[in-house]
């Protein structure tokens, strides 16, 4: 038939929108997504809404955005069901209140976590319960816009390693590699199911970078860990080629950057609480927080080529090896004097420790957000530390 | 054939006010400041029971959150309540078919559907206000044009409408 079709259109006068990107992952990595703010009349003040994702799938936990540091906002988060998150964004920071626009960018950043056993397809973001409202307590019409997550299949169809399932090992996020980054590959029948990691023996797993071997920490069948060589450093992407003896099982090409930091968390997922040493060398804990004012020891891989040059798998050392890019640290938002800096004594290349003082000036807490920042690339957020 | 263009439009009218003069004070104690916003926070978030009545006896939100920080910067306590029932309203361009006869509304609780047919008779004009909608809910819209021989277009874009609770 001939019948065209009506189109629906938009016509109420719309405040606020809030969108969740749509992205592709792989299981037993970690992304970060952002929930995109708009405020288009810049009347909205506060806002809340619950946002649903599959639990089986994916673990969900939500730091501040962009738009949010600084501006005297705060977000707030509870889980009203096991799949199902509420965030409410209002003018409330430790003591202080505004009713000031909430300004327009990333409101929350969500880290998910997919799980290695999330089933490949669509997992859907759904937004509900979405309210706006503006300085005069009145409600802000607000509209919103689904995500969803693609957990990418990798078994079954001849595609054993995805880029989006080249982690680093601390953080589990993708990005671009770095020399002396504690690596992880995630993916499907990437390694023999009894490895003999470093083994020469017909069958051993080993992956190449540009040719050069890299040194294994660990392998199981649909994941390796291994350590990025120094001999990648300067270049712009490097041919990473995953073997089994002399079988190709997967390659890929991948970005290179000079730095590429993560910090090692007590949750192996790469969020949290960091694991850090006080002054005293006690594990820093919500229970035994850091004093402002005091030095911290935090560990961390992806800092980049050092001086002396790193040698792979070289346990290290006197010299220790330190970071040619400059190192600072932010905990709780505000620059921390970064003390020292290097590998870890004794531990192979690719681990280091980075000493910092605990600001006099910051807000404590017991999980204040801690960031670590090498060259131009910063570490993972949602990473945090205890202070008071 | 195409369809282009998502929205809906949501009209709202208005209800009798509700709460006391000092309903920003949930604590009770006599002052309203930063403590009282967190309790409203912890209300709005499920973390504590909903005992506020400034929008509405059982209703926490970011709304009554933010009617706390504004009395505890010095305004009054707002205890307007919104403004209620609820409508929601629709717009469309119409088809550019010759011989369009109207449209008819549908609508469903599910994205994509399926639709119930929401109008007894072809709508003629471009607009349409559903004052059938609950408070709460998230309903999903699409019409379709109808010429004079009957003949039905298939549905257009699909628009989804919040309703503000309450």
Known sequence: MNLLLPALLFSATLAAQVSAPTVSATPGTRIVLPVLFTNLTGSTVGI???LQFDSAAMSLVAVDGDAITGSGKSVFTSAVAPNKRRFLIAGLNGASLNQTSLPGGTLV???LYVNPKASAGVHALTFSNLVATNADGGQDIAASTDGSVTVLATSGQGVRLQQTGVVNGASLLPGPVAPGEFLRLAGSSIAPSNPIPGSTIPGATMVFFDGIRAPLLATAPDQIDLIVPYGISGKLTTQMNVMSGAQLLASLTLPVAASAPGVFTLDPTGIGHAGVLNQDGTPNSA???????TAVTLFATGLGQTSPSGVDGKLAWFPLPMPLLPVSVRVGGVESQALYDSAVLDYIAGLHMVVCRIPTNMVPGPAVPLLLQVGTAASQPGVTVAVK | MTAAGLAFLLVLNTCPAAGAANA???NNDGKVDAADVQTAIDMALGLAACTANILGPGVCNVIVVERVIGAAMGKTCNTTGLPLPHSATLSWVASI????????IYRSN?????YQLLTRSLVTATSYEDKSVQAGLVYYYAVNAVDTD????DYSNEVRAVIPAP
Do not use: H, I, M
């Open chain 2, 110 to 114: 599910v994205a994509g559907g399926p």
């Open chain 1, 109 to 111: 950043k969500l880290l």
């Open chain 2, 24 to 26: 920003c004070d949930l």
């Open chain 2, 97 to 104: 078919s010759p011989n369009v006869a109207g449209y008819n």
């Open chain 2, 150 to 153: 009957g003949n039905s277009s």
């Open chain 1, 287 to 293: 229970s035994n927080p850091a004093l402002r004012g």
């Open chain 1, 48 to 50: 809340q809404f619950d």
